[in-house]
């Protein structure tokens, strides 16, 4: 089976979400739960449009919460496969939060996240390869081999000794 080569670009994803009090914890702030939900569906829309199949969430890199989301804010989440491997994509996310009344925008989250790709009997497949085109696809693409090594050492599915191009970051010349 002859699989195309795609750009970054085609996997493009734009969601939008608006903080409502069901949404919130006692302080008015979004609940992490509740984003780590949303970056979910947002990623894997994006992993299905660079695979056009069905995609199940391997792994969630480290999520960090760098600003807290208020209870109104309209959260932007913008995902984008960055790599692709045999059956499996990196996409990442980055998460803006704003408030439009006082025209404030702010980024408040970013993350990795994989996923594979099944088939209707849940088996996984090939994907497509995906050829970055500017300057930050490239950096992202290149960093991805790293950033999977990483994820595979500690899942243990992968010897430290094996992570070559992560090894190559703490090598002394």
Same mark, same amino acid.
């Given at each position: 089976?002859?699989?195309?080569?795609?750009?970054?670009?085609?996997?493009?994803?734009? +969601?939008?979400?608006?903080?409502?009090?069901?949404?919130?914890?006692?302080?008015?702030?979004? +609940?992490?739960?509740?984003?780590?939900?949303? +970056? #979910?569906?947002?990623?894997?829309?994006?992993?299905?449009?660079?695979?056009?199949?069905?995609?199940?969430?391997?792994?969630?890199?480290?999520?960090?919460?760098?600003?807290?989301?208020?209870?109104?804010?309209?959260?932007?989440?913008?995902?984008?496969?960055?790599?692709?491997?045999?059956?499996?994509?990196?996409?990442?996310?980055?998460?803006?939060?704003?408030?439009?009344?006082? $025209?404030?925008?702010?980024?408040?989250?970013?993350? %990795? %996240?994989?996923?594979?790709?099944?088939?209707?009997? $849940?088996?996984?497949?090939?994907?497509?390869?995906?050829?970055?085109?500017?300057?930050?696809?490239?950096?992202? %693409?290149?960093?991805?081999?790293?950033?999977?090594?990483?994820?595979?050492?500690?899942? $243990?599915? +992968?010897?430290? #000794?094996?992570?070559?191009?992560?090894?190559?970051?703490?090598?002394?010349?």
């Amino acid at each position: 089976m002859s699989l195309n080569v795609k750009s970054p670009k085609n996997s493009f994803t734009v +969601m939008n979400e608006l903080v409502l009090p069901n949404d919130t914890n006692t302080l008015n702030n979004l +609940m992490g739960g509740r984003l780590l939900h949303w +970056m #979910d569906i947002a990623a894997a829309i994006s992993a299905q449009k660079h695979c056009n199949r069905i995609v199940v969430t391997a792994s969630v890199d480290n999520v960090s919460f760098k600003q807290p989301i208020k209870l109104g804010d309209v959260i932007t989440i913008e995902a984008k496969v960055t790599r692709s491997f045999n059956t499996s994509v990196e996409v990442r996310l980055d998460v803006w939060a704003e408030n439009i009344p006082s $025209g404030t925008r702010v980024k408040s989250n970013e993350a %990795y %996240y994989t996923f594979v790709a099944v088939d209707q009997s $849940g088996r996984t497949i090939p994907v497509p390869e995906i050829k970055p085109e500017t300057a930050e696809e490239i950096e992202l %693409y290149e960093g991805a081999l790293r950033r999977r090594q990483l994820r595979l050492v500690l899942a $243990g599915k +992968m010897q430290p #000794d094996d992570a070559i191009e992560l090894k190559a970051l703490f090598a002394k010349n």
